[in-house]
Structures are given as structure tokens and as C-alpha cells.
């Protein structure tokens, strides 16, 4: 069965700085990755996926992810974080292959960028 | 922009009684899924629903728990007799197709069990 793991519960940050929030998952086939966000009051936001094809996926707001297979991770990247970053990020992962719809998710990492 | 909404926001019970959980979907999607989030963990899939049956249920989806689309638009999440174990966030989340697409999820509501 997959499981994802994001080893940052809490990362803190200036704003203006670069920031690069860890995820890794295991499966023994093949995935489809997805990063979401969650602001305070709010439901689950994607932020961006990756499915096939190049491994650097863009997403909104700036934020970007690459898809490494041999390292089994999909670490979501900004080059310069806004105050207005500040939420909680989501790795989810599914297993199109078994037919399956259900995400799989981390537990999160708070980004709180400060001033 | 469409949305998913749930409601209530917070809903707090006795332990024992059933609870129902609502969830209006974005109007054109055929799929939907409920999730949950105890306090500290993961979230975690509990069912989605499509072409109004169960497609695929977790473990966690015991037979306390029942979904269904009473009418064109709500999606509606029944736990029976809830636990304390049962307190969490629960989401809803929509699609228009299965697997590729994205899962739009609403804001929660979270459920208390005293």
C-alpha cells in the first residue's frame, strides 16, 4: 500500500526567502502526485500535480515540485515566500493503476513565513 | 469560482447518537469522496461515490457509516451511533472524472463527540 511522509511538521521562514517543503512516498507501482494547501478556515487547495510526463510540474502562486522517482520524492519548492504563504501544505498520492480514486495524504507542514 | 460547501462548520454530539454530514458538490461533477482528519493525523479517504453507488471504501468505512445523494445536489455522510473516536475534521471533496482530474475539496466540518 503507498504512504506518503512529510518529515517537516513546522517550517519557519522569512519573507522574501526560498523555501522547500519535503515529501516522499513509497508505492510499488506507479503514482500520481499532487500537492494541496490548506489556508486557516478553508478546504484543501490544489496547489499542483504531477501525472506524466516532465518531472518539474509549475504550480499557482508561484510554487513548483519535481518529481524524483529513484529518490521516491516530490519536494514542492518556492524561490520567494510571501507572508500570505503562511498555511498548511498537503503530499498526496494516488495509484491510478489498481483502479483506485482514494489520495493518500501526508501529515503536513505548517509554512509559516514571517516578516 | 464553484465551490464545495459543507455544512454545519461544527457540529458537537453525545456519544451514542447518529450525526449527518452535508456536502453540496460543484454542480457538474460525477464523482465525490469523503475524507477525515483527527486532530494531529493524517487525512485519511473514506469513501468516494459515483453514478450513485459506493465505488471504493476504506477500512474505516464500517457499517456506522452510509453516504448518500438524497437529491441532484447534496452528498450526505451518516455515521449511526458515534464514538468518541469518531471526533475529526470531514471533508468533501468533488470531480468531474475519476483519477486524473482534480478533487475540489470543502472547507470541513468538524465533529466533536463528547
Known amino acids: 500500500a503507498q504512504s506518503v511522509t512529510q518529515l517537516d511538521s513546522q517550517v519557519p521562514v522569512f519573507e522574501e526567502a526560498p523555501v522547500e517543503l519535503r515529501c516522499n512516498y513509497s508505492s510499488s507501482v506507479s503514482v500520481y502526485l499532487f500537492w494541496y494547501v490548506q489556508y486557516p478556515n478553508q478546504g484543501l487547495q490544489l496547489l499542483l500535480k504531477?501525472?506524466?510526463?516532465?518531472?518539474l510540474v509549475k504550480g499557482i502562486n508561484g510554487f513548483e515540485a519535481e518529481f524524483n522517482k529513484s529518490q521516491t520524492s516530490f519536494h514542492l519548492r518556492k524561490p520567494s515566500v510571501h507572508i500570505s504563504d503562511t498555511a498548511e501544505y498537503f503530499c498526496a498520492v494516488s495509484e491510478p493503476q489498481g483502479g483506485s480514486e482514494k489520495l493518500v495524504f501526508g501529515k503536513g507542514t505548517k509554512l509559516t513565513v514571517n516578516p | 469560482e464553484p465551490e464545495v460547501t459543507q455544512t454545519p462548520s461544527h457540529q458537537v454530539t453525545q456519544m451514542g447518537q447518529e450525526v449527518i454530514l452535508r456536502c453540496v458538490p460543484i454542480?457538474?461533477?460525477?464523482?465525490f469522496y469523503w475524507y477525515r482528519q483527527i486532530l494531529g493525523q493524517k487525512v485519511e479517504f473514506l469513501v468516494s461515490f459515483y453514478n450513485n453507488e459506493i465505488s471504493e471504501k476504506s477500512e474505516i468505512f464500517d457499517d456506522q457509516f452510509s453516504v448518500e445523494r438524497p437529491d441532484g445536489s447534496n452528498f450526505t455522510l451518516k455515521i449511526r451511533s458515534t464514538k468518541l473516536e469518531d471526533s475529526a475534521m470531514y471533508f468533501c471533496?468533488?470531480?468531474?472524472?475519476?483519477?486524473?482530474?482534480?478533487?475540489?475539496f470543502g472547507p470541513g466540518t468538524r465533529l466533536t463527540v463528547l
Open positions: 471533496a468533488s470531480s468531474k472524472g475519476n483519477r486524473v482530474d482534480t478533487q475540489y
Open positions: 454542480s457538474n461533477h460525477l464523482y
Open positions: 504531477y501525472l506524466s510526463g516532465s518531472t
